[in-house]
């Protein structure tokens, strides 16, 4: 059927063709009728070409015919080979069937040999890999590097598959184990590369001590497990932490003070990221500087009046030994009065003795008012630095949310710090205005009470003279 529709195809092919001719043809002639001849030319030229297509449908027959027995044997192998497969196929099937069993037979025999030994075998992987995970995280690898290879190597073979441990793997993890114990005992040097904190790589004697911390060139190092280096640690500790590496690093065997971190190194890198004094003072912002300023300020003016009434009250002191009165103290310009004024009554010698100690008081209570006032503004202060990091973290509150503590550690940091601020200055200035107030007004008190006692012998003197002369009448 295929080949009739394939012979009769340009059959059907060439009737439209000559159909759409006629009427092309047709319309054509009724324009002009000197074109009528031509179709005698088209249709010669139809005949001829559907002859030359018969021609090329007979030559693909015969071809397609002698192709067919070709076609034929090629499906005949390709059958038989199919059956072949299949029969194979089966036979494999087969085949693995009876070797599941055989392995379930095998397998079962092994554990039962095995016995209590397969569980010496997977206490043996969970060792492994314990062990592996520790020496990774050891700083004893900086110096014994490649340690975990073996282990791991060995965890993963016999996880993977059913192959047992041989005895010179177990022997050998014991060795490891061992090794790390006795490593970690020992305060040892050797040499490798250094990472230092301006990025250079410098080949360097480090000092290890035991699992706890490498030092070298009186700074602490870290050791990273993934890449397996040495790196200086860009921030250290507190420098009571460096002096004890360098007594290790100069001893030569005798006991020494040395800070160490149990833990590994997390201590060590806890404290390493403290903030210094500098740091926390930064965090107060400008509220947390002025603060500082005016703290300087009245830490400046408490020493001055310290120094200013332990040396007036030295030379106060002085003048109440001695019976001869200097301008270089209150006390002696105040006893100075009543040699101005020998003839005085009492109660003019008393105005006068007045007026000296009241000009005495402001010298004695200098700068005092002004370091009382800085004790009450400094806590003052504080809060507003308080509150203004307050506002700064509900802002970053409002922006980011709650989800990220970090940013709002600026704004809390802030006011926490102008808050101790504030109380640092402010805790010894008010002391310190205590003392010095204290100071001031004893001065005071015995320039009143030698005032005093001048006034009371002027009055006797007083009352002696008028009493002699009420006896010299009588």
Known sequence: MKLIH????????????????????????????EKALDLDALLKQLEEGNFSQTQQNQVRENEFAAKRADQDRILRETLAKRDALLDESEKLETNFEENEFKLGDLNGALDTRLGSLKELFGVLQQVAGDTKNKFANSIISAQIPGRDNFLDQMAQSMGSSSKLASIDEIERVWFEIQREMTQAGKVTKFNTVVIEANGDKVNKEVTRVGPFALIADGKYLEFDNNTSTVAELIRQPAGRFLSTVSAVEASSGDLVRFGLDPTGGSILGLLVQAPSIKERVEQGGLVGYIILIVGAIALLLCFERLISLTIVRTKVNKQLKSTTFTDNNPLGRVMQVRDKYPHADVESLELHLTEAILGEVPRLGRFLTIIKIISVVAPLMGLLGTVTGMIVTFQAITLFGTGDPKLMAGGISTALVTTVLGLVVAIPTTLFYAMLNTRSKNIVYILQEQASGVIAQRAEQVSARASTTSRKLA
């Open 6 to 33: 394939t012979l009769l195809q340009p059959l059907a092919n060439l009737a439209c063709i000559v159909s759409l001719s006629a009427i092309l043809a047709l319309g054509v002639h009724a324009q002009d009728n």
